[in-house]
């Protein structure tokens, strides 16, 4: 079946504006995880989903980030006033469950680059 | 915290060599292992897993990885690699919380192999 997709796959924007960047996870996986990957290292959490709810977003680096998931599928990660720093590759995951022995699936990611 | 050590940022090698890519964690409490592969403009693809029971644990593409608990780590080896297995490479761990589970990544290994 289809794999977690990510749109867009590339996004360019200038300092101070605001992005959405969409996750559509496996058909049927309640858990969306949303991770942040800059140049030279490893993914970090930002926030995950079971169904609708944000169960949490300790990941989250400030107020300006915001992720929703308002039916429990399609998740949008909203970053507002961005800032060069938060130039990185946007990566979604989803799993079946939240079981911690649960696969989680990587979508190829977005990358926003702010100028 | 956790945390997780990946010793070499790149490993070099020539086709049909072995190799092993090392991996060190650091937790106070139990974890679960697992590493993923990043092929070049691809998501993350999961390798394999240790969850409990036999600490060799094999994955796909001919890689396996032993789990060491004195040792805190969790190398990931094969004995023969082919050029398509250039790719980056990544130790995680996931770290039960109240609600569900996010993984902790290491900054990966570039694994690079020549004919």
């Known amino acids: 079946g289809a794999g977690v997709s990510q749109t867009p796959s590339n996004k360019v924007t200038e300092k101070g504006k605001y992005v959405e960047l969409r996750c559509d996870p496996i058909?049927?996986?309640?858990?969306l995880y949303w991770y942040r990957q800059s140049l030279g290292q490893g993914p970090e959490f930002l926030i995950y989903?079971?169904?609708?709810?944000?169960?949490?977003d300790s990941g989250l680096p400030n107020d300006r980030f915001f992720a929703v998931r308002p039916e429990g599928s399609v998740s949008t990660l909203k970053i507002q006033r961005t800032e060069r720093g938060d130039s990185a590759v946007y990566l979604c995951?989803?799993?079946?469950?939240?079981?911690?022995?649960?696969?989680?699936?990587f979508g190829p990611g977005t990358r926003l680059t702010v100028l | 915290a956790q945390s997780v050590t990946q010793l070499d940022s790149q490993v070099p090698v020539f086709e049909e060599a072995p190799v092993e890519l090392r991996c060190n964690y650091s937790?106070?409490?139990?974890?679960?292992l697992f590493w993923y592969v990043q092929y070049p403009n691809q998501g993350l693809q999961l390798l394999l897993k240790?969850?409990?029971?036999?600490?060799l644990v094999k994955g796909i593409n001919g890689f396996e990885a032993e789990f060491n608990k004195s040792q805190t780590s969790f190398h990931l080896r094969k004995p023969s690699v082919h050029i398509s297995d250039t790719a980056e490479y990544f130790c995680a761990v996931s770290v039960p919380n109240q609600a569900g589970t996010a993984l902790i990544f290491g900054k990966g290994t570039t694994l690079s192999v020549s004919s």
């Open positions: 937790s106070s409490v139990s974890v679960y």
């Open positions: 240790y969850l409990s029971g036999s600490t």
């Open positions: 058909s049927g996986h309640t858990a």
């Open positions: 995951a989803s799993s079946l469950t939240t079981g911690l022995t649960d696969t989680q699936y």
């Open positions: 989903f079971q169904g609708t709810g944000a169960a949490d």
